[in-house]
């Protein structure tokens, strides 16, 4: 993949992964459209740099994806690389939790069916231009589940297999996968111990970005993969904790 002169569109642009990413792509001369739920830290993230487009856009929601589909159709026909970030995680037991079905839909509509939606919406655009990708971040959790959040690992699963399947499919579009270890943002705050910085993140996947590794294995996620392989026994007891 060529790491300049992209027009990159990234979801949850301004915090965690998504402002890592972006802040990368910048250092590498690229032009981002951030798009994320917060107006005032799409605003804050916009004024360190004139390149960066900022979008309000909840993507769990079908109207504010097509207004987002349509800016790009109208105003960035040049959009070449889609990364699709946004996600969020709730832990809770499923037999206990009284906002269960509530919960069960937002993780679904966010983590899952947005970046499905998102990739239909856009791979016209996408297949037009050169360079052209599309970056699903999953997790770990994809590879093994753990017990606190079986929704959240049940959409990461999804996700990595959509993407090996689409990869299948896809000639000129290209695409990739981050799946990483537990990363130290807002959303993992309290949680788990061991955590990888989203600038370290950001510096992996653009190596294996540059190379073409479509499954980039991020931290500890690599080990996992390897003890899930020889004994998925033992893989099931690390994250059960």
Same mark, same amino acid.
Do not use: W
């Given at each position: 993949?060529?790491?300049?002169?992209?027009?990159?569109?990234? *979801?949850?642009? *301004?915090?965690? /992964?998504?402002?890592?990413?972006?802040?990368?792509?910048?250092?590498?001369?690229?032009?981002?459209?951030?798009?994320?739920?917060?107006?005032?830290?799409?605003?804050?993230?916009?004024?360190?740099?004139?390149?960066?487009?900022?979008?309000?856009?909840?993507?769990?929601?079908?109207?504010?994806?097509?207004?987002?589909?349509?800016?790009?159709?109208?105003? %960035?026909?040049?959009?070449?690389?889609? #990364?699709?970030?946004?996600?969020?995680?709730?832990?809770?037991?499923?037999? !206990? !939790?009284?906002?269960?079905?509530?919960?069960?839909?937002?993780?679904?509509?966010?983590?899952?069916?947005?970046?499905?939606?998102?990739?239909?919406?856009?791979?016209? *655009?996408?297949?037009?231009?050169?360079?052209?990708?599309?970056?699903?971040?999953?997790?770990?959790?994809? #590879?093994?589940?753990?017990?606190?959040?079986?929704?959240?690992?049940?959409?990461?699963?999804? @996700? %990595?297999?959509?993407?090996?399947?689409? +990869?299948?499919?896809?000639?000129?579009?290209?695409?990739?996968? /981050?799946?990483?270890?537990?990363?130290? *943002?807002?959303?993992?705050?309290?949680?788990?111990?061991?955590? #990888?910085?989203?600038?370290?993140?950001?510096?992996?996947?653009?190596?294996?970005?540059?190379?073409?590794?479509? !499954?980039?294995?991020?931290?500890?996620?690599?080990?996992? +993969? @390897?003890?899930?392989? @020889?004994?998925?026994?033992?893989?099931?007891? #690390?994250?059960?904790?």
């Amino acid at each position: 993949m060529q790491l300049h002169n992209n027009k990159i569109l990234i *979801t949850g642009a *301004t915090s965690g /992964i998504g402002k890592a990413l972006t802040k990368k792509f910048l250092e590498l001369d690229n032009k981002i459209i951030a798009v994320g739920r917060n107006k005032k830290k799409l605003e804050k993230l916009s004024k360190l740099d004139q390149r960066i487009i900022p979008f309000k856009c909840d993507v769990s929601k079908q109207e504010e994806l097509d207004k987002l589909t349509l800016f790009v159709e109208q105003q %960035h026909k040049d959009l070449n690389i889609l #990364i699709n970030n946004a996600g969020i995680q709730y832990n809770y037991n499923f037999s !206990e !939790e009284p906002q269960l079905l509530y919960k069960i839909e937002y993780e679904l509509s966010t983590n899952f069916l947005a970046p499905l939606k998102l990739i239909a919406l856009l791979l016209p *655009t996408l297949k037009v231009n050169d360079n052209s990708a599309i970056v699903n971040v999953s997790s770990g959790l994809a #590879i093994v589940p753990k017990s606190q959040a079986p929704v959240y690992c049940g959409t990461k699963a999804g @996700i %990595h297999i959509f993407s090996k399947a689409l +990869r299948y499919q896809l000639k000129k579009v290209k695409v990739f996968e /981050i799946i990483p270890s537990l990363v130290d *943002t807002a959303m993992t705050e309290g949680r788990g111990k061991g955590k #990888i910085s989203p600038q370290k993140l950001a510096d992996e996947f653009i190596k294996a970005f540059k190379k073409n590794k479509y !499954e980039v294995n991020i931290g500890k996620v690599k080990l996992l +993969r @390897i003890i899930n392989r @020889i004994s998925p026994s033992i893989a099931d007891k #690390i994250m059960k904790g």
